[in-house]
């Protein structure tokens, strides 16, 4: 089966890091380009990053600098290393797959884990 | 940036109406759109892709069109389980930006 299991999210002071996983099974992460996107609590979507399937990376302005995507092939998981957490930040965090023969499309979702910095 | 704006931001609509949501792009992306829908504590569902491509498993009763700047996703005739809210998305270029969604809502 084809899905997404995201993993890691917390309740965090300000300033403080967390790091968040998404393991894939059905497909591999290295051969797709891979996304996080979130949702602040009643608000709608916000595209945080990308990686891409010859490594490279892209990130939302608010995130540039305090947020790293990156990949394990060997694990099969994604993962967003979030560090100098704000207030801001607060929100619940998918991971997707873009579907690059689809217009970059995110095709497949997972269920999302929770992200609250507060102190 | 990219700025996707969708209108209208809700709607009330009964069982079997017709229904359309229009989004609007702040400059030219082509076909690089695309439709999600969301229900209550759930992760975002594509429905549609590159503006006019119906996603396998979705019902046909949805559609999209246009390209450029201007938008549409058109539910032909709304089911009960059809009751969520819509994004549209931009994949022209980072960063990919949504619009600010769509309640639909029952009558």
């Known amino acids: 089966e084809v899905q997404l299991v995201e993993s890691g999210g917390d309740l965090i002071q300000p300033g403080g890091s967390l790091r968040l996983s998404c393991a894939a099974s059905?497909?591999?992460?290295?051969?797709?380009?891979m996304s996080w996107v979130r949702q602040a609590p009643g608000e709608g979507l916000q595209w945080v990053s990308v990686s891409y399937s010859d490594g490279s990376t892209s990130y939302a302005d608010s995130v540039k600098g305090r947020f790293t995507i990156s990949r394990d092939s060997s694990k099969n998981t994604l993962y967003l290393q979030m560090n100098s957490l704000r207030a801001e930040d607060t929100a619940v965090y998918f991971c997707?797959?873009?579907?690059?023969?689809?217009?970059?499309?995110?095709?497949?979702w997972g269920q999302g884990t929770m992200v609250t910095v507060s102190s | 940036d990219i700025q996707m704006t969708q209108s209208p931001s809700s709607l009330s609509a009964s069982v079997g109406d017709r229904v359309t949501i229009t989004c609007r792009a702040s400059?030219?992306?082509?076909?690089?759109l695309n439709w999600y829908q969301q229900k209550p504590g759930k992760a975002p569902n594509l429905l549609i892709y590159a503006a006019s491509s119906l996603q396998s498993g979705v019902p046909s009763r949805f559609s999209g069109s246009g390209s450029g700047t201007d938008f549409t996703l058109t539910i032909s005739s709304l089911q009960p389980e059809d009751f969520a809210t819509y994004y549209c998305q931009q994949t022209y270029s980072t960063p990919w930006t949504f619009g600010q969604g769509t309640k639909v809502e029952i009558k």
């Open positions: 997707a797959r873009v579907a690059t023969g689809s217009y970059w499309a995110f095709d497949i």
């Open positions: 059905g497909f591999t992460v290295s051969g797709n380009y």
């Open positions: 400059q030219s992306i082509s076909t690089y």
